[in-house]
């Protein structure tokens, strides 16, 4: 049985981005889909409301991370789909050392190292 996934509306904004980024990193993925593959990849630890999902989308659009171009989804619908721009690929890949220097601190903080 896997355990309740964490649905946490103070889920920080950056790092919800940080996951979208990594989610359409080696796949084109549409919003519906993007929360379904953290889901998965969390082992069900993580479940994206649409409500936090879709702003986060929007935000890294604007800021041209993630581009969103309409084609057809698995279903067979309309659906936008979204992939990493190369600047989006040179923010994930800071991201992510800024994300393990973190949890390297702070596992040594609690005593987990």
Known sequence: MSPDPLVKPDLLQGTLDMLVLRTVADEALHGYAIAQRIRLVSGD???????SLYPSLRRLENQALIKG????????REA?????????RRRLDAELRDWRELTTA????LGDA
Request: net charge positive.
């Open 45 to 51: 630890r993580l479940a994206i409301p649409q409500g």
């Open 69 to 76: 171009e309409w084609g057809t989804a698995p279903s067979g």
């Open 106 to 109: 702070i596992g040594l903080v």
């Open 80 to 88: 936008r789909v979204y992939h990493l721009t190369a600047k989006g």
